[in-house]
T-cell receptor, first 116, second 114 residues
Framework: GAVVSQHPSWVICKSGTSVKIECRSLDFQATTMFWYRQFPKQSLMLMATSNEGSKATYEQGVEKDKFLINHASLTLSTLTVTSAHPEDSSFYIC????????????FGPGTRLTVL | GESVGLHLPTLSVQEGDNSIINCAYS??????FIWYKQESGKGPQFIID?????DKRQGQRVTVLLNKTVKHLSLQIAATQPGDSAVYFC?????????????FGQGTTLQVKP
C-alpha cells in the first residue's frame, strides 16, 4: 500500500524559533499534498493544499507567512512553522494523493509540535 | 456553513459484537465520502470510501452505507475486536472539481470491551 512518512515525529522548540516538518510519499508520486492540524480531542482541520511546482493554497484563517509550504518535488512537501508560539503547539498531519489512479488520500503518521 | 458531523462521540461495544458508527453530512452536492480510523498519536488510516452513485460498499469486516435522501453515512464493523478501538472519522470531499479537499467530522471514539 501507499506509504506517507513525516519527519520529525515530534519536536520541542522554544518560542520564536522556526520548525520545519517534512512529508514524503515513499512509493508513489503526489502532485498534491495536504497539511492538517489537529488539537487534542478534536478533528483534523485542513490548513493548506500543497501543489508541486506552484504556490500552496491556504484555507481561510491560516496565515501563509506563518506556515510556509514548499512542494519542490513529486515526493516531498515541507511545512515550516515560523516564529512558533505556544498556541502553535499541535499535531500536524500531512496527506498525499497519488498522481495516477484513485482519489484515495494517504496520511502520514503526524508530527507532534510542542512550543515552550 | 457546510459541515460533516457524527451523532455519538463515544461508542462502547462488547468484543465480537457488530459496531455501527454514524455520520451526518449537510452538503447534498458532495460525491465522495471516506471513513478513517485514527489510533492515539497516529495519523488517520484509510478504511473504506464510497461515491454518491452507490449506496453500499463492503470491505473486509467493514461496510459503508450511504443514504443520500437523509444525507447519512454509516460504518459497520462486523465482529468488533479490541484492535478496532480508536477514533473514527468520516470525511467528505466537498469539491466538485475533485481537488481532494476533505472536511472531517468530529469523530466517534469506539471502545471495545473484552
Amino acid at each position: 500500500g501507499a506509504v506517507v512518512s513525516q519527519h520529525p515525529s515530534w519536536v520541542i522548540c522554544k518560542s520564536g524559533t522556526s520548525v520545519k516538518i517534512e512529508c514524503r510519499s515513499l512509493d508513489f508520486q503526489a502532485t498534491t499534498m495536504f497539511w492538517y492540524r489537529q488539537f487534542p480531542k478534536q478533528s483534523l482541520m485542513l490548513m493548506a493544499t500543497s501543489n508541486e511546482g506552484s504556490k500552496a493554497t491556504y484555507e481561510q484563517g491560516v496565515e501563509k507567512d506563518k506556515f510556509l509550504i514548499n512542494h519542490a518535488s513529486l515526493t516531498l512537501s515541507t511545512l515550516t512553522v515560523t516564529s512558533a508560539h505556544p498556541e502553535d503547539s499541535s499535531f500536524y498531519i500531512c496527506s498525499a494523493r497519488d498522481s495516477v489512479g484513485t482519489d484515495t488520500q494517504y496520511f502520514g503518521p503526524g508530527t507532534r509540535l510542542t512550543v515552550l | 456553513g457546510e459541515s460533516v458531523g457524527l451523532h455519538l462521540p463515544t461508542l462502547s461495544v462488547q468484543e465480537g459484537d457488530n459496531s455501527i458508527i454514524n455520520c451526518a453530512y449537510s452538503n447534498s452536492a458532495s460525491d465522495y465520502f471516506i471513513w478513517y480510523k485514527q489510533e492515539s498519536g497516529k495519523g488517520p488510516q484509510f478504511i473504506i470510501d464510497i461515491r454518491s452513485n452507490m449506496d453500499k460498499r463492503q470491505g473486509q469486516r467493514v461496510t459503508v452505507l450511504l443514504n443520500k435522501t437523509v444525507k447519512h453515512l454509516s460504518l459497520q464493523i462486523a465482529a468488533t475486536q479490541p484492535g478496532d478501538s480508536a477514533v473514527y472519522f468520516c470525511a467528505e470531499d466537498l469539491s466538485s472539481s475533485n481537488t481532494g479537499k476533505l472536511i472531517f467530522g468530529q469523530g466517534t471514539t469506539l471502545q471495545v470491551k473484552p
